[in-house]
């Protein structure tokens, strides 16, 4: 893959980043000597699967939520950490670049490593694939939804990144008659693109689509949302809203139709262009709507044509 | 030619972004349609128009233009120089008509895409 896509930079700065800079600072450990039963509480508060096991500040052992069942099952909830933990302990050096800790997460299939510094073998920090996720993103500058990472693909976005395939997905709010903004979702997403390393000519066209999409949005319905997910491939975008639909599509792709009203007309909208000019922009797109219910319009732009 | 010596040739006022007038322009586009600008003009046009509201700025911010020519003496909203300060928009203006600056601009040898 050249480097005039966006999976190109994530590549790069996978070998940039350290591990150190992306971790989890504040870590939750536990004692060997510690009541497995106590794992309970601590698992469940703090949406754990598993805690680094450390005694004064020497990482000795991991316990997990599967040693906690075990234990569990045994009907052993009284015996100490130290007799259940496992002692041979994978773990990640904080000077390591990110791209070291990528493998060894795909090798290993863990949900996070305990982070070691190099030189005093103190336990710095836990390392988890979201950790991973949010530092590379934050690097671009990219401004993404927390919520979306964790619930929504998580694990997706980060195997993706490996196996070139998917997709990060960026999401933006759009307000009806909100002029003020208006464009600003295209705008954003211009900007993530450049970041991402686009080859220019896709951004623009990608830029003309979505702004035209967003203003649709505006100038015609209450409120809509913008997904934009890029691909190694390529992005789609897509635009939907609950307004009150198109009653006629293939009247509205006419270049020249328009329902705009007087007052958008006099600020330049409304010369019935917009969906020509997606369709001209885009190499597929979809416009589905059903009146009093909503519209939705989905372009997708392939990166090699 | 830069977009300062064509603002000094046509005796236009720069109401925003003086900072970026050592922009190269390389042609033009006039139009008050916003989606037709969006379609037709392309990177490093002045795009001449009568428009005088703030989405002219996200216009020309996503075609990447060089500047905006507003016409007949009018003047831009506060919000729309304010936007195209922030956004680094040069908006420039004059009182000549669409028909007249653009003959101008044609006289110093710019085009549109033909
Ligand atoms: N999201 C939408 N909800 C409801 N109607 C829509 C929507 N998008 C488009 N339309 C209808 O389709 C018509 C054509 O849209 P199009 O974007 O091509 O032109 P326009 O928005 O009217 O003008 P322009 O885009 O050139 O400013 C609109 O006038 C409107 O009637
Ligand atoms: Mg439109």
Redesign the pocket.
Known sequence: MGKDDGFGRVQELSYELKVGEVMTTTVITVAPDNRVGDLRELFRANKMSGTPVVAGDRLVGIISIEDFIKCLADGEMDCPVRMRMTEKVEVLYADEPVVHAIHKFDRRGFGRFPVLDRKTGHLVGILSKGDIIKGLLKKLEIDYHEEEIHHYRASHIFEDILADKTAIRLKYDVRGKDFENAGASASALKKTLSRLGFHPQVIRRVAIATY?AE???V???PK?QMLADIHPDHIEVK?V?K????PDIER??V?G????PEWVREL???????????QKSSDKMVLK?KVGK??D?RMTFFLYR | MKLEEIVHELKMDVRSAGRNLAREVRGGYASD????VMANAEKDYLWVTLQIHQNIVAVAVLKELAGVIIVNGREPEPETLAKAEKEGVPILVTQLPTFEIVGRLHQLGFRGTA
């Open positions: 035209e203003m649709n949005i100038v015609f319905t809509g635009a809203d307004g009150p639909g198109i509205a792709l270049p139709f328009s329902t705009a330049g909208f409304g010369a019935g262009m917009g969906l020509s000019n997606i709507s909503g519209t319009l | 349609l916003l989606s037709d």
